[in-house]
C-alpha cells in the first residue's frame, strides 16, 4: 500500500511503511504523526478537548501541526502516569489488610485459616469478574469502566471500616466485592498503554505500570500499620485508600485518552470489525505462548500472594521464639514487621522492574527469545533466595531480610516483561479479552488459595504438635515451603514458551496485517 500526499503525489516518503515494519527507534514518533507525517484522525481525545494535529497535506498549517506532536507524547506520558498510579492504589488497598492482619485476627478472633480467607475471597470474585471486565473493555469505553470500578471499590472499602467485631463474615464479603472493582482496573488498563505506545516505549511504560504492583503492595503495608499507629485504630487504616480513590478515577475520566486499539500498530489503516468472544477464546487457547506464559504468571501470583500475605507475620513469630520481641495480646499490635516487609517490597520492584526491563532490552541484542527467557531466569533464581528465607529465619532476621530483598527483586523482574508478551503474541482485539482471561487463571491457580491453603496446612501441623510458640513459628514456615518449588515450575513455564515465542508473535503480526484495511481517504 502506497503512502499517498493529500495533493496527489506520490512516492515523496518511500520509506514510511519500511520504517514501522523494520521497527527501529523511530516508530513511536511515527506512530504519534501517522504515516509520512500525516496526522492520525480520531487517534486520540480526552474529556478536556481533542489533543491530535489534523490531518494537512503540503500547506503551512502543516507545520504547526507537527509541532503539536511533542504534546500529544506527553498527554500519552500522562495518562500512563495516571494510570500507574490508579494501579498503585489497587494495590495499596489490596495489602493493608495484610498490614494489619495480626490486629484483625485479635480483633475477630480468627486462626490462620480465617484470617487467609480474607485474601482468598477477594482473589476468588477477582478472578470470577475478570473476564466479565476483559469482554466489555474489549467493545465499551475503557476509562469509563476503569473509573466506575474505581469508584465502586473505594466506596466498598471505606465501608467496611466500620464493621464490628461480630460481623467477620461481613468482612469477608466486603473483600469480595472490592475484587470486583479492582478487576476491572487491573484487566483493562493495560491494553489503554498497550494501544498508547509501541516497542520499547510500550515496554517501559508497561515497567511503570507493573512497578506500581510491588510499590504499591508495599505501601499498603506500611500505611496499614502507620495509620494503624498514629490513630491507635486498625479501621482507620482502610479509610485512605477510598479518598485517593476518588481522586484517580476523576482524573481518569478527565485525562486518560480514548485510543483506539490497536492504533499505534496499525500502518496507517483501521482494524476490520472485531471476532466473536467465542473466537477469540478459541484462538487465545491455541496459542502455546501465551498458554505457557499465563500458567508462568499463576505461579507467580501464587507465591507473591502467599509471601505477601504471611511474611510479616512469620517473622514477627520467628522474633517471638528468638526472644527479641513479645507477643501481641489484644491490638494495636507491633509495625515494625509490615515496616521494613513493605519498604523492601516497594524497593525490590522498583529494582526489580528496571532490571527486568533492562536485561530484556540488552538481551533483545543477542537473541529474539529475550522476553520469555529473563522470565525464567528471574524466576529460578528467585526460588533459591526464597526457600532460603526459612532457613536463616531460624537464627538471623537480618539475613532473612536479605533474602527476601534479594528473592523478591528477581522475582518482580518479570512482571512488565510477561505484560509485553502478551502484547506481541496477541492482536489488538483481543487482548483486553486475553488479559481478563490470563488473570482468570493466573488467580484461579495461584493466589485465589495461596494465603487460604498456607494457613490450613500451618493449622493442621500444629493441630498434629503441642500448642507452643515454637510450632507456631515451624507450622508456618512448613507451609510457606512450598511457594519455592511452585516458582521453580513457574520458570520452566517460562522456558516452554521461549520455544513458541518467535513463531506466535510472526502470527499476530500477519493477523494484524490481514485485520488493517486503508482509510477512506487514501487509495492503493
Not at 280 to 290: E, F, H, T, V
Not at 399 to 405: D, L, R, V
Request: glycine share 10%.
Amino acid at each position: 500500500m502506497m503512502c499517498l500526499e493529500s495533493d496527489g503525489s506520490s512516492g515523496s516518503s518511500p520509506g514510511c511503511g519500511g520504517r514501522l515494519r523494520a521497527g527501529d527507534e523511530e516508530e513511536e514518533e511515527d506512530g504519534e504523526r501517522g504515516c509520512c507525517g500525516r496526522g492520525a484522525e480520531g487517534e486520540v481525545q480526552t474529556l478536556s478537548g481533542r489533543m491530535n494535529p489534523p490531518a494537512t497535506g503540503k500547506h503551512p498549517e502543516r507545520a504547526a501541526a507537527l509541532h503539536k506532536a511533542p504534546s500529544l507524547g506527553r498527554a500519552r506520558v500522562a495518562a500512563a502516569g495516571i494510570l500507574s498510579v490508579g494501579n498503585v492504589l489497587n494495590y495499596l488497598d489490596r495489602y493493608t489488610v495484610a498490614g494489619v492482619l495480626l490486629d484483625i485476627q485479635q480483633h475477630f478472633g480468627v486462626k490462620d485459616s480465617g484470617a487467609g480467607l480474607l485474601q482468598t475471597v477477594f482473589i476468588c470474585s477477582f478472578m470470577v469478574a475478570a473476564p466479565i471486565f476483559g469482554y466489555l473493555g474489549d467493545r465499551f469505553n475503557r476509562k469509563i469502566i476503569l473509573s466506575c470500578g474505581i469508584f465502586f471499590w473505594s466506596a466498598v472499602t471505606f465501608s467496611s471500616s466500620f464493621i464490628t467485631e461480630q460481623y467477620f463474615w461481613l468482612l469477608v464479603l466486603s473483600r469480595g466485592l472490592v475484587g470486583i472493582g479492582e478487576a476491572s482496573y487491573s484487566t483493562i488498563a493495560p491494553t489503554i498503554i498497550g494501544d498508547l505506545f509501541t516497542k520499547n516505549t510500550r515496554t517501559l511504560m508497561l515497567s511503570v505500570f507493573y512497578f506500581a504492583i510491588p510499590l504499591g503492595s508495599g505501601l499498603g503495608y506500611i500505611t496499614g500499620s502507620s495509620v494503624k499507629q498514629v490513630a491507635g485504630d486498625w479501621h482507620w487504616a482502610l479509610r485512605v485508600s477510598p479518598l485517593l480513590g476518588m481522586i484517580t478515577g476523576t482524573l481518569i475520566l478527565i485525562f486518560v485518552p480514548a485510543a483506539k486499539r490497536g492504533n499505534v500498530e496499525q500502518l496507517g489503516g483501521q482494524l476490520k470489525a472485531r471476532t466473536s468472544w467465542l473466537r477469540d477464546m478459541k484462538a487465545l487457547i491455541r496459542n502455546r505462548s501465551y498458554v505457557f506464559s499465563s500458567l508462568a504468571t499463576s505461579a507467580v501470583s501464587f507465591a507473591t500472594g502467599a509471601l505477601g500475605m504471611w511474611i510479616p507475620l512469620y517473622l514477627h513469630r520467628a522474633q517471638v521464639v528468638q526472644k527479641t520481641a513479645e507477643t501481641c495480646g489484644s491490638p494495636p499490635c507491633g509495625t515494625k514487621d509490615s515496616l521494613i516487609f513493605g519498604a523492601i517490597t516497594c524497593f525490590t520492584g522498583f529494582l526489580g522492574v528496571i532490571t527486568g526491563a533492562g536485561a530484556t532490552k540488552w538481551c533483545r541484542l543477542k537473541t529474539q527469545r529475550a522476553d520469555p527467557l529473563v522470565c525464567a531466569v528471574g524466576m529460578l533464581g528467585s526460588a533459591i533466595f526464597i526457600c532460603l528465607i526459612f532457613v536463616a529465619a531460624k537464627s538471623s532476621i537480618v539475613g532473612a531480610y536479605i533474602c527476601i530483598f534479594i528473592g523478591e527483586t528477581l522475582l518482580f523482574s518479570n512482571w512488565a516483561i510477561t505484560a509485553d508478551i502478551l502484547m506481541y503474541v496477541v492482536i489488538p482485539t483481543r487482548r483486553a479479552t486475553a488479559v481478563a482471561l490470563q488473570s482468570f487463571t493466573s488467580h484461579l491457580l495461584g493466589d485465589a488459595g495461596s494465603p487460604y491453603l498456607i494457613g490450613f496446612i500451618s493449622d493442621l501441623i500444629r493441630q498434629s504438635t503441642k500448642e507452643s510458640r515454637v510450632w507456631e513459628f515451624l507450622s508456618l514456615g512448613y507451609a510457606l515451603m512450598l511457594c519455592p518449588f511452585v516458582v521453580v515450575l513457574g520458570g520452566m513455564f517460562f522456558l516452554a514458551t521461549a520455544l513458541f515465542f518467535l513463531s506466535d508473535r510472526a502470527k499476530a503480526e500477519q493477523q494484524v496485517n490481514q485485520l488493517v484495511m486503508p482509510p477512506a481517504s487514501v487509495k492503493v
